[in-house]
């Protein structure tokens, strides 16, 4: 098997399992969205730079540091906080779902500002997407969650910014996909400790500290997935890495919350919903 299709799927299954533990994690503790998000994140940004030191990657330029620092300062950046939140809201596997549908806003955005063109696939596909997404959202016994619906769709919007923005920087750089993934976590680690300290000012110690236990493993997760797919996309193309991760991780994030939370996290319109935002976001991926 290709390398860049194993490295994908492992990439998909690391955040679907990010997604489960923090959902677990979340049950544990009352601390804020964004106390755990930071949480996570530095963890996360340690394990990058442990292994980019371990295995000699060279060390990122000036121009490199500013332009992954900003991609992570738009996500997860300004959006983990929002993530975490809105999977204690509507749960691991709706979250999932709608966070599936950031390839379409990458793709429009991209048709919009780096001048792509349009086919009749991607119309097709965004439509798919776009009525997986409102099975979520308009599922019955969510309409009192529907800010936690609302979290998971701006979440996917920066997650496809995101991706506009790396995809305009890729083809200038050479660092290795771990130095990437650390300036990547390590940015969005700073603006959320900001966004910690201006919320919870003389208490943000004792945040931090207390959503460190719960959050270990998440950063672990997401240490590992993001430089994973950023290895992914090193190897192989776009319109084949990014469809197969999101496809790996809606399967295994479905089954691990199945398996932890039993089957309100596998109702058959979860099912359709995940289904439905798959084929649409292969289509738009491929086109």
């Known amino acids: 098997m290709d390398m860049a299709i194993v490295l994908a799927l492992l990439a ?31 963890v996360a940004t340690i394990v990058a730079i442990t292994v980019a030191l371990l295995t000699g990657q060279a060390a990122p330029t000036g121009s ?82 529907r800010v936690g619906v609302a979290f998971g769709l701006v979440t996917a919007l920066t997650f496809g910014i995101r991706d506009v923005v790396a995809r305009s920087f890729n083809t200038d750089s050479d660092i290795s996909s771990w130095s990437a993934g650390a300036v990547v976590l390590g940015s969005a680690s700073v603006m959320l400790f900001i966004m910690v300290g201006v919320r919870e000012r003389g208490g943000t110690i004792s945040a931090l500290r207390g959503a460190l236990p719960e ?42 919350a199945a398996a932890a939370f039993g089957a309100h996290e596998r109702t058959p319109r979860i099912l359709v919903a995940v289904v439905l935002v798959l084929l649409g976001a292969t289509l738009v991926s491929i086109a």
Request: proline share 4%; charged share 10%; net charge neutral.
């Open 215 to 256: 959050f270990l493993a998440s950063g672990l997760m997401i240490g590992l997935a993001l430089p994973t797919l950023l290895a992914a996309l090193d190897r192989g193309q776009v319109g084949i890495v990014a469809p197969l991760s999101l496809a790996s991780q809606n399967v295994s994030v479905v089954a691990l």
């Open 64 to 145: 490199e540091l500013w332009r992954y620092g900003l991609v992570g300062a738009i996500a997860p950046g300004s959006s983990q906080g929002l993530f975490v939140a809105a999977i204690g809201s509507i749960g691991a596997s709706r979250t999932s779902v709608l966070i599936g549908t950031s390839p379409v806003f990458s793709v429009l955005l991209a048709i919009a500002f780096l001048g792509e063109d349009w086919r009749f696939a991607i119309i097709v596909g965004t439509l798919v997407t776009v009525v997986g997404g409102a099975i979520i959202g308009w599922e019955p016994g969510l309409l009192s969650r």
């Open 12 to 42: 998909g299954f690391f955040w679907a399992a990010n997604i489960v533990i923090v959902r677990w994690a979340l049950q544990r503790t009352d601390t804020s969205p964004l106390a755990a998000a930071a949480t996570g994140l530095t």
